[in-house]
């Protein structure tokens, strides 16, 4: 009797599931067109699942080995199911042995990883989806062992007929079970839903350039201001592209994009799971109401809905999503650097708000202020760009446009009108002049680099003031650009060049560790207290640069006392993506949350390489630890470099003594 049935119910499942698949497949070609290599992506397909996607899942030992149990035992138990029941061929003599014995052992192998996936969900972290997720092990055991006990006849440990007629109609019952949820559920709904789409996002995903060795690919997508057909921003679903409609889909739900975001654990109105799955309810038309997972911190679940060509954010009432949980967000990167399935979350959110501000001008709080004066001063505080070197009135700074070439062209950012900041630029300046370095600053022909414009969603005016940059710089001549603002690292290394500007472009960290490593700076041992060092987001997770600020406190003779949350998993300080302009209420602060992670550290003092970072963990009341930019414990430590015969007694004393 099985020998009949199971091919039926096998090629009836794969065939609802190419119906599923199809149906799936035209929910995501409603977003807007994006070219793709689409055999070239289906060939990269297993290296990006085998080693890109596991460098992310292999962060944890043992979900790692129970997806490569249950995943690749699947994957293999399906092939080798079709094969032996479907087709026929494990009655064909050897090699149906052979391939009945793979089976059995694929078979076997998942319902391993079933085990430890049950026993994960006896009692699940907070940050895993519940509903229909809680019956996935149940789900796994089902098709592992229906598929293994039919394959045992085949292997000649059953006799053929399997027994009583009854007996065969249970299993058969077991199989389809497993077939309906493994099978037909992976296309039309289901816990997995997310492995058809998920092979297929990896496939064809929008930022190929992020797989491979090293690869990295963090800078926003500009967009063509010329094209009056396209959309500025997002407005509903369908105004994202087809393939980051898939990649929404792909989302498995383990929430550790949720357990990671900054805003979320400052009880703001932000869960990126949450998001993400609100575009899934927007893809196929709905509501929110069989969300399982935590909500937007104070927002209950159910009142969200939307469809595919409706708003995500309402003008009035509700809609998908809120957008003041758009502008809680930091673009920390947390979230992407965190998700298995690759997801690009802050990409998404920047699309939305670029449609908040660009076509219905709702930037909050002080936005439209900040923005108002990027256009009128080309500086977000609304200066006057002339007081750009005000603080460098007794350095005399050589300008590029006297000397219109030089080693080195230093970026000073806006921490040039803050207080605070210009302390950290005359250090970095002393810094350079210690090691001899031939630099030029732009002074007044520098403009701000765009970068808050561009989180903040105003697109037009980031591109306006990247361009006049680009058109100035290419007036001059110099072999790299030094800047301690992460922010502006990041965007004139990683944005220009899509609008013509391609630099070679350093942090003062690196640069500093460079000028170490050549001999061109001594120091004197640091003889302080305890030491952390926080790593901004713009530098660490966007650049990957976490070793120069470390190598450059290690050449000071310190030690880090590395935070709990450090390197790719550093807790955001809550200043980036224009969140201390559009000031979204929580529960708590996140440079609070940061300063207390610095406090458990036992450090006494917080090292820094970004002018947010200082700002906004100086801003904590009652902080346990200073805090300190990298330039200035380099500055205060610098000593004359030895020269060949100098004594140990010239090299200890100071710059200034020296010099």
């Not at 070609?29 to 990006?48: C, E, F, Y």
């Not at 391993?112 to 509903?131: D, E, M």
Request: aromatic fraction near 6%; charged fraction near 20%.
């Amino acid at each position: 009797m099985l020998e009949t049935l199971l091919p039926i119910l096998i090629f009836a499942a794969l065939g609802l599931a190419v119906i599923g698949a199809w149906r799936r497949v035209r929910l995501w070609r409603q977003g807007r067109p994006s070219a793709v290599p689409l055999l070239k992506g289906l060939a990269a397909m297993p290296r990006r699942y085998l080693v890109d996607l596991h460098h992310v899942v292999g962060r944890d030992k043992v979900m790692s080995n129970t997806h490569v149990a249950t995943a690749g035992g699947f994957v293999a138990a399906a092939v080798l199911m079709i094969l032996v029941h479907g087709l026929g061929l494990g009655s064909s003599g050897a090699l149906g042995g052979v391939l009945g014995w793979l089976l059995l052992a694929a078979s076997a192998t998942m319902f391993v990883g079933s085990l430890f996936v049950a026993r994960r969900r006896r009692n699940p972290p907070a940050r895993l989806s519940k509903g229909p997720w809680m019956r996935l092990p149940k789900s796994l055991m089902a098709f592992s062992l229906s598929v293994f006990a039919i394959t045992l006849p085949a292997v000649g440990l059953l006799p053929a007929d399997f027994g009583h007629w009854l007996l065969a109609l249970l299993l058969a019952a077991v199989v389809v079970w497993g077939l309906g949820e493994m099978v037909f559920g992976m296309t039309w709904g289901g816990p997995m839903k997310h492995a058809f789409a998920g092979a297929l996002h990896l496939a064809f995903h929008r930022r190929a350039e992020r797989f491979g060795e090293g690869n990295r690919s963090t800078g926003l997508k500009a967009l063509d201001l010329d094209d009056e057909a396209a959309p500025l921003g997002v407005e509903k679903p369908a105004d994202f592209t087809w393939n980051q409609l898939l990649g929404f889909d792909a989302c498995v739900q383990c929430g550790r994009c949720e357990a990671v975001c900054p805003a979320f654990a400052a009880g703001q109105p932000l869960n990126p799971k949450k998001l993400i799955q609100d575009m899934v309810v927007g893809l196929a038309g709905g509501s929110d109401a069989n969300y399982a997972g935590s909500p937007y911190p104070g927002k209950p679940v159910g009142e969200h809905h939307g469809t595919p060509h409706g708003p995500i954010v309402a003008r009035e009432g509700k809609a998908l999503v809120d957008a003041e949980t758009l502008w809680s967000c930091t673009t920390c990167r947390a979230c992407v650097e965190e998700c298995p399935m690759m997801i690009e979350h802050v990409d998404a959110i920047v699309d939305m708000r670029r449609h908040l501000t660009l076509e219905r001008g709702q930037t909050p709080n002080k936005g439209a202020e900040v923005l108002d004066n990027l256009i009128a001063t080309d500086n977000p505080g609304g200066f006057d760009p002339g007081a750009r070197l005000h603080w460098a009135a007794d350095l005399n700074l050589p300008l590029m446009a006297d000397v219109k070439q030089a080693e080195v062209l230093l970026w000073l950012g806006d921490g040039a009108f803050d207080m605070r900041n210009q302390r950290t630029l005359r250090s970095l300046v002393k810094v350079l002049r210690a090691a001899e370095v031939e630099f030029a600053v732009l002074g007044n022909e520098e403009r701000d680099s765009g970068d808050v414009a561009r989180r903040l969603g105003d697109e037009a005016t980031f591109q306006s003031l990247a361009k006049r940059n680009i058109a100035t710089l290419a007036q001059y001549r110099f072999q790299r650009i030094v800047t301690c603002d992460p922010h502006s690292f990041h965007v004139l290394g990683n944005e220009y060049g899509e609008l013509g500007g391609n630099y070679e472009v350093r942090h003062h960290s690196t640069f500093i560790a460079e000028l170490y490593d050549a001999g061109r700076l001594a120091f004197a041992p640091w003889k302080g207290g305890n030491v952390t060092y926080h790593d901004p987001c713009y530098l660490g997770r966007y650049n990957g640069e976490y070793e120069a600020p470390r190598n450059v406190l290690k050449a000071l003779g310190i030690e880090v006392k590395e935070m709990e949350r450090s390197g790719f998993r550093s807790r955001c300080c809550g200043g980036g993506g224009g969140a201390p302009i559009t000031d979204i209420p929580g529960e708590r602060r996140i440079p609070d949350m940061r300063m207390n992670d610095v406090k458990e550290s036992g450090a006494e003092l917080v090292a820094v390489g970004c002018p947010q970072c200082t700002v906004m963990l100086e801003g904590v009341v009652d902080a346990t630890a200073e805090v300190r930019d990298i330039a200035e414990l380099v500055a205060d430590a610098l000593v004359a470099r030895p020269a060949a015969g100098a004594t140990h007694r010239t090299a200890g004393k100071t710059a200034e003594e020296v010099i």
